[in-house]
């Protein structure tokens, strides 16, 4: 496969383009970032705050799940601008341990209102499975409902500035930092990129049936809010990373120091490159990487030494190990498939539909990642993933 | 150069869009408007709209329906299905059409498509073609698929081109929803009998097949499971082609 002969993010990976140097978008949009003028976007940043401050019973929403991201988001709103936030968070069913923990601890710290919302499971399960047969990805519950269920909440308490985090010009080019533009997070964006192309409205039709119904209520926190409902409370729905540089490892360092959060275990990928926590908040990550290998031939770790190459704390040469070393089954599919309900073979028989040109995965790779230390601690069905004999005798982890 | 476009193509059948496999055995994929928005987000090149009952059981919702989706699409968009008059394309202009797509009224009436061309112009005519393989021929079908006519393809798209046809579909019967690559020898049959734009439809998996396409010569590649049933949109299906050398919309 053709890679960026800077971050090793190859071809497969969507929207990457190179340049003729072999140079990736991702990559040139990020140098576009150290040019831009942040004082003035900061400048913009104050200006917004002031305009919807004590207009409300909360000054914004910040939508969180308790991950480095949301994490800083909420910090940085609190700690910078004194905002009173309402802090909400659409539970995918997937929050691990520390991760719940550090939420705790976070709120508390900063004293702020929480909201949590947890959807119907066993709808959750019917349209994993007709996602993951579709577009073999299983998470369009959470795609969706994380982008949607603020919003909803930001109507329903007519609180009109919602701040998102990162900005998507980080991870890929549906949007760039050569744009110089403030990232909305609007309808827009959500059906371009978000929801996998489907809309409630959509998933509800492809799995409503006469033999097995499903209410049409069940669909209202994956709804889009009516862009009337939103322009009558004069919505703001906008990425801090718009107005202030986006840097996943500073921001890390800053809540670990700040509120004591910790960073976890990421199924598949080595401690050593994942210091500033990504992706810890779900436990079915491992899975969701697993795929994206089967299909795309990189995963996590290519992502993350990327990040790190882009940022100038690792070289290519440092990442190169990392990237030629992944894609290992892990443990945590068995726990999947339980949730599914189907075998691994009709999962792979999935995925291997999707491939994505020129990868070819090869099916006979049996190395396997290492299990989780929580794994034993999470909600399963069909007694997949739960191994009496490779259960550890001590449930709590240990520091 | 010519851009070249990526197409989705969305079947539509009473409320909703579907689809199937070789002209059958369909599959709901989802609200016509909502899919319009999410097609108008992904900034794709054009949509085309079937209404693949309208010839069958002679009733179509698609003026009612394309009234709706109208409002969300900013993209050009044609429609098809059951247009035999003249008449019937101004009316689907008027609400929002950009073209029409005539394919069984250009065989069961063929004036209709030299009207049209010759009162909304040619770019507003797409001729479609639905063919199944018979050996070392290609059938042309009418009623979507149902009924077999003794035309051949290039004397079809012949015939077409001179009638003032735009552009022309091509889509293959047999390959529809198998999503194993377009039916290159049709393809190839089709562009070497009409200079106009040929437009390839049926059996995209995959965007190496849109690749393939593109290289057989289509000015444009028409696809529906490729999205509806893989990780894919049409973004990332801009960044293959473009990676493979070929000029696409930049957004």
């Known amino acids: 496969m053709r890679r960026c002969r800077r971050c090793h993010l190859p071809e497969t990976y969507e929207t990457i383009e190179f340049d003729e140097d072999g140079v990736c978008n991702i990559c040139r949009s990020t140098e576009h970032k150290k040019v831009i003028d942040w004082g003035a976007r900061k400048e913009l940043l104050d200006a917004l705050v002031a305009k919807y401050r004590d207009k409300s019973d909360y000054d914004c929403i910040v939508p969180f799940s308790g991950g480095k991201d949301s994490t800083f988001q909420l910090y940085y709103l609190m700690k910078e601008y004194k905002l009173k936030p309402l802090v909400v968070r659409f539970n995918h069913g997937f929050m691990r341990p520390t991760v719940r923990q550090n939420a705790e601890r976070t709120l508390k710290a900063l004293g702020a209102d929480f909201l949590e919302f947890t959807p119907n499971w066993k709808l959750v399960k019917r349209v994993m499975l007709e996602a993951f047969k579709r577009k073999t990805d299983f998470c369009w519950h959470c795609h969706s409902g994380i982008y949607t269920y603020p919003l909803q909440v930001a109507i329903r308490y007519n609180v009109p500035l919602i701040f998102w985090g990162e900005p998507l010009a980080e991870i890929s080019h549906y949007y760039d930092y050569l744009n110089d533009e403030i990232e909305y997070e609007d309808e827009a964006k959500f059906n371009m990129c978000r929801n996998l192309g489907i809309t409630a409205e959509d998933m509800h039709g492809m799995i409503n049936s006469p033999e097995d119904p499903v209410d049409r209520r069940d669909f209202i ?165 739960d191994d009496e004999a490779s259960r550890p005798r001590v449930f709590l982890k240990v520091v | 150069m010519l851009k070249r476009r990526i197409i989705p193509v969305l079947l539509l059948r009473g409320d909703r869009v579907v689809k199937g496999k070789q002209f059958t055995d369909y599959r709901d994929t989802g609200n016509p408007v909502m899919a319009t928005r999410v097609y108008n987000a992904q900034a794709a090149d054009e949509l085309l709209f079937l209404d693949i009952e309208a010839t069958v059981t002679g009733r179509s919702r698609l003026a009612e329906i394309l009234s709706r989706v109208s409002e969300e699409a900013f993209m050009p968009f044609a429609v098809g299905g059951g247009i035999r008059t003249k008449a019937e394309v101004r009316a689907l202009i008027a609400a ?80 529809d929803g198998m999503m194993g690559g377009y039916d290159l020898d049709m393809l190839a049959r089709a562009v070497e009998a009409t200079n106009k734009p040929v437009i390839v439809c049926g059996g995209a998996g995959n965007f190496r097949h849109l690749e393939e396409g593109l290289r057989a010569g289509a000015h444009a590649v ?9 990780d894919n949109n049409p973004p990332r299906a801009r960044a293959y082609l473009k990676n493979v050398g070929f000029p696409v919309k930049t957004v």
């Not at chain 1, 079915?284 to 995963?299: A, L, T, V």
């Open chain 2, 96 to 175: 929002g059409a950009d073209k029409v797509v005539i394919t069984t009224g250009a065989v069961e009436r063929p004036e209709v498509v030299s009207e049209v061309a010759e009162t909304f112009g040619s770019q507003c005519v797409i001729a479609g073609i639905d063919v199944r393989r018979e050996g070392n021929r290609y059938a042309v079908y009418v009623r979507s698929g149902r009924v077999r006519t003794e035309l051949e393809l290039q004397d079809h798209v012949r015939k077409l081109d001179e009638l003032g046809a735009g552009e022309i579909l091509v889509n293959s019967i047999d390959q």
């Open chain 2, 222 to 230: 028409a696809c529906a499971s490729l999205f509806h049933f893989g």
């Open chain 1, 221 to 385: 926190p994956y709804t889009y809010p009516a862009l009337k409902e939103l322009k009558r409370i004069q919505y703001c729905s906008v990425c801090l990373g718009s107005f202030i540089p986006w840097d996943y490892t500073k921001n890390s360092e800053i809540i670990k120091r700040e509120l004591g959060w910790e960073t976890d275990e990421l199924e598949g990928v080595p401690s050593e490159i994942n210091g500033h926590g990504e992706k810890i908040e779900c436990f079915m990550q491992g899975p969701r990487d697993y795929i994206k290998y089967m299909k795309r031939g990189y995963s996590r770790s290519t992502q993350i030494t990327a990040f790190h190459v882009r940022n100038g704390r690792m070289t290519p040469e440092q990442a190169l190990p990392y990237v030629m070393n992944e894609g290992k089954r892990p443990p945590s599919l068995d726990v999947l498939l339980g949730y599914l309900g189907i075998s691994e073979d009709e999962f792979n028989t999935i995925v291997r539909a999707t491939e994505v040109s020129p990868y070819h995965h090869d099916y006979s790779r049996t190395d396997e990642a290492p299990r989780l230390w929580d794994q034993d601690l999470w909600h399963k069905e069909g007694g997949a993933g």
